[in-house]
């Protein structure tokens, strides 16, 4: 089999988005570019269900809207309810309401919008597939000159680009960077076309998630070749705990249904009975060794979820402070509520921001590992999901959607396929 079948219209916008990553990068436009792309997909979306036989197959909805997905359409509803509670509660004026009323629609907005779009659009996961490798081979006909960028003596920052007016988190997701030094070590380290270099480990992860369903063994390869680089070039150690954890446990899963496995598993409790005590040593040392290789990292992250936790306890139980804060010198002034989705839910929208992110999460996390337990289908839903699971204790998810967007598509899809809905995943 060598080449995709026809691309129905939102299967074009999604493949020529993913493999033009590098494109969009350049101009500093990806942070644009990832939420044009979701809400075109909505808007679709939306056409396909109320319009219904009156378009073409090519957009046609594939069926109604699935339980889980009217469930993330709820809970980021919710949020949006938190976010403003919070701003009348501490008085932050209209111009922040607007302001943080678009953030919420570039961010939390989407999971919603996605995961709806790809359990009614006529999109199939091979599409999404071949276009991550399709990624993977840019990204590695670009590595050589991000590699010898540093020995060359180029600049770690090209230019940060004008579409920054049309305001984003920050000036690093407009920026355009060969590499940055790491100020701990003083060696260079690659971000690839994330804004910091963690995030570009996580990337890599799911593009190998990704190439894994690659039936061409040549584009599977490229797939994996470029996720590694990502991975060890980043120097990210949550990224390289991920991919073991997001390429084992999906793998495992069916034993669990297995009733020799549980048999094992009550023989392992047992003897961990007995060693326990060698055992949580060893995980307390390998714990401690894994902080103490970002030390300074790990001790602003830490100091950053304290002064959350406590400001949210004794401030702003139930909705929250509205926004981010800047905190004090202690934590270098990186914003309060920043760097953890969990802690930062709690500062920003409070009780009710990490219910209406928990209760579908832990909803479709239950669906992909039961679908995983069943057979094949559903590792690569149930690997992304384990993906975004660890990205939230490490980062702020909210803020990262823009380039994890594939992955909330595809858990869409597979909502779509568990129903008998779906276009054939194979890609020919």
């Known amino acids: ?38 809400w075109t997909l909505g ?45 009348l509660q501490w008085d ?24 709806t779009a790809g359990a009614v659009l ?73 804004p910091w270099s963690p ?3 996580m990337l890599g992860v799911a593009i190998i998630l990704f190439a894994l369903e690659e039936p061409r063994h ?10 590694l680089a990502m991975i060890f070039l980043s120097a990210s150690r949550m990224s390289l705990v991920a991919l073991v954890v997001c390429f084992a446990l999906p793998r495992l899963a069916p034993f669990a249904g297995r009733a020799g496995t549980w048999i094992a598993a009550a023989v392992a409790a047992a ?4 060693v326990g005590p060698l055992v949580a040593t060893i995980v307390d040392d390998a714990i401690r060794s894994f902080n103490g290789a970002r030390a300074s990292s790990s001790r602003v992250r830490s100091l950053l979820q304290q002064i959350a936790w406590n400001r949210w306890q004794s401030e702003a139980i139930w909705f929250g402070h509205g926004t981010v804060e800047r905190g004090p010198h202690m934590v270098e002034f990186m914003p309060i509520g920043s760097h953890d989705t969990w802690y930062g839910l709690l500062f920003v929208k409070g009780v009710f921001g990490v219910v209406a992110l928990a209760v579908p999460m832990i909803w479709h996390f239950a669906v992909t590992l039961g679908d ?57």
Not at 15 to 33: E, M, P, R, S
Not at 271 to 274: I, N, S
């Open 199 to 201: 995030f570009a480990g």
């Open 122 to 194: 006529p999109i199939r996961r091979g599409v999404l597939v071949r276009a991550q490798c399709g990624l993977a081979a840019v990204t590695l006909s670009v590595l050589p000159g991000l590699l010898v960028a540093p020995l060359l003596g180029l600049p770690p920052k090209l230019f940060t680009s004008p579409l920054e007016v049309v305001g984003g988190p920050g000036p690093e997701y407009f920026s355009v960077y060969l590499y940055t030094i790491d100020p701990e070590v003083g060696a260079a380290r690659w971000q690839f076309y994330a």
């Open 92 to 115: 932050l004026g209209a111009a922040m309401l607007i302001k943080s009323t678009v953030g919420w629609a570039k961010g939390w907005a989407m999971i919603a919008v996605l995961i």
């Open 372 to 428: 995983a337990v069943r057979g094949p289908r559903g590792r690569l839903p149930f690997g992304l999901m384990l993906l975004l699971t660890i990205l939230t204790f490490g980062e702020n998810l909210e803020i990262e959607i823009y380039l994890f967007w594939p992955a909330f598509l595809l858990l869409g899809i597979h909502l779509r396929e568990m129903e008998g809905r779906s276009p054939s995943p194979a890609v020919a």
């Open 271 to 274: 003897a961990l009975a007995v």
């Open 43 to 87: 808007a679709l979306a939306a056409l396909s269900l109320f319009l219904g036989p009156a378009l073409g197959p090519t957009l046609r909805a594939a069926g109604p809207v699935p339980p889980l997905a009217v469930a993330w359409i709820v809970g980021m509803a919710v949020m949006l309810v938190a976010l403003w509670i919070g701003h």
């Open 1 to 38: 089999m060598s080449a995709m079948p026809d691309r129905t219209l939102p299967e074009a916008l999604v493949h020529w988005t993913i493999v033009l990553t590098w494109l969009f990068y350049a101009v500093g436009g990806l942070y644009v570019a990832g939420p044009v792309l979701v």
């Open 218 to 227: 040549g584009r599977r390869l490229l797939g994996h070749l470029a996720g």
